[in-house]
């Protein structure tokens, strides 16, 4: 959707480094949600993110919603191959009558051993 | 298991046959929807339900594309006369949506292949 943005579209890392997925909403956002998917499988819940300037961390990624809930980001710190994978946010603009998630495009990352 | 299961896994289907998924969403949630991915995209959205009752259709769901939930349970998914574009991820998602928010909990997907 245009509506959400997701960048890079892919990423290669070496092992142990830090990295950044950036999630651009054209609207402020009720809900930000990062999912991130292995491929060929379903979608694992990571964070979900809905005070303007809230920080989440779950093992070593941490993301974060920017004051103005229009822009989040997604950082892994020292990759591991287990990071590999899809990674998706989710919009959630909270129309009482469209109530739903519509997802970015995802990011795809690849972790080089 | 509390999960979301879907099935089947896997389907392939010749051009113009008729194909039904089904997915079991966890008991207590309310809301069960049904996406598609495509190779590459992002999951796009089909359609939901609260309860029994059909919420809203994308517009990517076309006429031969229909869903139940009966009883507020499990859901179908069924594809009539299948076309080649029609090969994709369907995903199903449930969860327990009061005043908005609330994460989705998915299923592993059913991959239809169309020949």
């Known amino acids: 959707s245009q509506e959400l943005e997701q960048s890079p579209q892919s990423l290669i890392v070496q092992e142990g480094k830090n990295l950044t997925i950036n999630c651009t909403s054209s609207?402020?956002?009720?809900?930000l949600y990062w999912y991130k998917q292995k491929y060929g499988e379903g979608l694992i819940f990571l964070m979900m993110?809905?005070?303007?300037?809230e920080e989440k961390s779950h093992e070593k990624i941490t993301a974060k919603l920017d004051e103005k809930k229009q822009q989040s980001s997604l950082h892994i710190t020292a990759s591991q191959p287990s990071h590999a994978g899809i990674y998706l946010c989710g919009a959630d603009w909270f129309r009482e009558r469209d109530d739903k998630i519509i997802f970015g495009k995802g990011t795809r990352l690849h972790i080089l051993p | 298991d509390t999960g979301v299961s879907q099935d089947p896994r896997h389907k392939i289907t010749k051009r113009g046959q008729n194909v039904t998924f089904r997915c079991d969403p966890i008991?207590?949630?309310?809301?069960l929807y049904w996406y598609r991915q495509t190779l590459g995209q992002g999951p796009e959205f089909l359609t939901y339900f609260q309860n029994e009752a059909q919420l809203e259709k994308s517009r990517l769901l076309s006429d031969r594309f229909s869903a139940e939930r009966p009883k507020g349970s499990f859901s179908t998914l069924e594809i009539q006369r299948t076309e080649q574009g029609d090969s994709a991820m369907y995903l199903c998602a449930s969860s327990l949506r009061v005043l908005g928010g609330g994460s989705y909990t998915f299923g592993s997907g059913t991959r239809l292949t169309v020949v």
């Open positions: 008991s207590e949630h309310n809301r």
């Open positions: 993110l809905q005070k303007g300037g």
């Open positions: 609207k402020t956002l009720y809900g």
